[in-house]
């Protein structure tokens, strides 16, 4: 269950404030792979750093139960000077996880080559998420938040991403955030439309979807 509680963000830049995130007040239940959809800009992955703890709200609090990934695909907390192997023994050790077996499944699932033992700072960006993906599938937590991670790396490993979220969400849910349709029809089975500040949940996929086309067309048209 995560729950946001008179959820406000606000933004300030140059004397313009931007809302991501006016009084929210809803629920999102436990074991729902919920699909968050919004126009860019919209707030979307501020809503996850908010839901993970790492982005404080302005006011208001975020309440869930279970253990929370951190948005997949952020390496933020990675140390650019410990290589990939040495960064995901850090984390396994954080979330009290057998390590090697961390070791062993990130190294297969990410296909690095010999990169997974060389300093992170030598990573592309496409590197670093995988690396991120691979440790966060590596870990069983109750929820899973999924910021376009499986876009990333080619054909192969995007099917290799579906089919290893897909057996993760047989245990847990998630909150992910997608441009892709297709993609939020095939992972998850309930849509969150963040439009204007405003967060509304809806049961089935397809309603979520509806609602949101209908808000970039009308943004289109206004432009």
């Given at each position: 269950m995560?729950?946001?509680?008179h959820?406000t963000k606000v ?15 809803l629920?999102?239940p436990?074991g729902?792979s919920?699909g968050?959809?919004g126009?860019?800009g919209?707030?979307?992955s501020s809503?996850?750093?908010m ?5 404080l ?7 869930s139960?279970?253990q929370?990934?951190?948005p997949?695909?952020?390496?933020g ?5 410990l ?5 995901v023994?850090?984390?396994g050790?954080?979330?009290g996880?057998?390590t090697d077996?961390?070791?062993?499944f990130v190294?297969d699932f990410?296909?690095?080559d010999q ?5 992170l700072?030598?990573?592309?960006s496409?590197m670093?998420s995988?690396?991120?993906?691979g ?8 929820t899973y938040?999924v910021?376009e ?7 192969a490993?995007r099917?290799?991403s579906d089919?290893v979220?897909k057996?993760?969400?047989k245990t847990?849910?998630?909150v ?8 939020i ?5 309930a849509?969150?439309v ?7 949940y809806?049961d089935?996929?397809e309603?979520g979807?509806?609602?949101?086309n209908?808000n970039?067309a ?6």
């Open positions: 995560i729950q946001f509680d959820l933004f300030t830049l140059n004397g313009k404030r931007k809302v991501v995130a006016d009084d929210i007040n629920t999102f436990t729902r919920v968050l959809l126009r860019n919209a707030g979307k809503l996850l750093q839901i993970a703890g790492t982005l709200p302005t006011s208001g609090r975020v309440v139960t279970g929370i990934s951190w997949v695909g952020f390496a907390s990675f140390h650019p000077e290589s990939g192997a040495e960064n023994r850090f984390v050790r954080i979330y996880v057998d077996e961390l070791i062993d190294e990410a296909s690095l990169h997974f033992r060389l300093p700072r030598s990573y592309s496409g670093r995988r690396l991120a993906f440790v966060s599938m590596g870990i069983r937590f109750d938040l910021d991670i499986t876009a990333v790396g080619d054909a490993f099917e290799r089919q979220f057996e993760r969400m847990a849910g998630a992910v955030v997608s441009h892709s349709m297709q993609q029809r095939d992972l998850c089975d849509t969150a963040l439009h204007n500040g405003k967060l509304a809806y089935e996929v309603a979807i509806k609602v949101h209908a970039m009308a943004l289109a048209a206004a432009q």
